[in-house]
């Protein structure tokens, strides 16, 4: 029995000794520019006068973005920047038809970024606004939430909520969908 059990151990020490060892692999190290092109439904007062919107922005991080990145910590920053155009939506009125003119809003902003998971990642960004309607503007302040889920090492596709809020006027609310292509991938 004694020698049993002394043979195991050799064993397992012999075996342990030309065993491999693998070093600890590092997160993948992420990129950090990305180009979206947001697809917008107005909802609520914003709604009623106008019926979607489309848009391109830029956005940075430090080496937060890509499909691969778990990131030691939880937060990063973030900041963006971009515009839409909001199309206008033709009623009728006092039986006579109208069509609203179009909506351009631009904006420049800063918040937090999250990977929690791989594949995944949740922006959360506020910041000044313009919003330009027939020729007038108007400043203001916008926070955009969205999240995104990379379909492949270079795109990127995800929900969002828009919110936009000028001086005496009602709030500006969207639903969006996101969709996008990240910089720099080999």
Do not use: C
């Amino acid at each position: 029995m004694r020698t049993v059990f002394t043979a195991i151990l050799a064993l397992l020490i012999a075996l342990n000794s030309f065993a491999q060892t693998d070093e600890p692999s590092r997160p993948e190290k992420g990129k950090s520019q990305l180009v979206s092109l947001d697809l917008h439904a107005p909802v609520g007062v914003f709604a009623r006068s106008q019926f979607a919107g489309a848009g391109l922005n830029y956005s940075w991080s430090n080496h937060r973005y890509g499909s691969n990145v778990v990131h030691p910590k939880l937060i990063g920053f973030t900041a963006n920047a971009g515009g839409d155009y909001y199309f206008g939506r033709r009623i009728r009125t006092a039986g006579h038809p109208f069509q609203y003119g179009g909506y351009i809003y631009g904006w420049l902003m800063a918040g937090i970024i999250s990977n929690p998971w791989t594949f995944t990642q949740f922006t959360l960004m506020g910041g000044p606004t313009v919003g330009i309607y027939k020729g007038y503007s108007d400043m203001g302040f916008g926070v955009n939430f969205f999240g995104s889920y990379f379909i492949n090492r270079r795109i990127a596709i995800g929900p969002g909520i828009t919110y936009k809020k000028h001086p005496n006027a009602d709030a500006l609310w969207t639903g969006s969908i996101r969709i996008s292509y990240l910089f720099g991938v080999k």
